[in-house]
């Protein structure tokens, strides 16, 4: 992983969670990140007062990850060399 750049944030949605693009930038600053890719977004039942992000399920290749803010949860999609919890660990750097 000698790549100084970091990932790559793929924008193929015109709606996101307010303020979670800007989280998403910081998150592909991480080392190990390659791509992230935010996806569906949907509403909840439940009320998340402020923005959460923590990982889902293992994908190829990665996580898939949920975003939740109020009553709005959105899928992102991470590709990464990293594990579930040194990921967990870069989330919760760059949501401090």
Request: aromatic share 2%.
């Amino acid at each position: 992983m000698g790549k100084a750049s970091g990932g790559r944030l793929v924008l193929n949605h015109s709606t996101h969670i307010p303020g979670l693009i800007s989280i998403l930038e910081r998150l592909t600053q991480q080392v190990g990140i390659q791509t992230v890719t935010p996806g569906v977004i949907a509403s909840a039942r439940s009320h998340a007062p402020k923005m959460t992000l923590k990982p889902s399920v293992p994908i190829r290749g990665g996580f898939k990850l949920i975003a939740r803010q109020g009553k709005t949860v959105q899928e992102v999609f991470v590709l990464t060399s990293l594990n579930k919890e040194q990921l967990e660990a870069a989330i919760a750097q760059i949501m401090k």
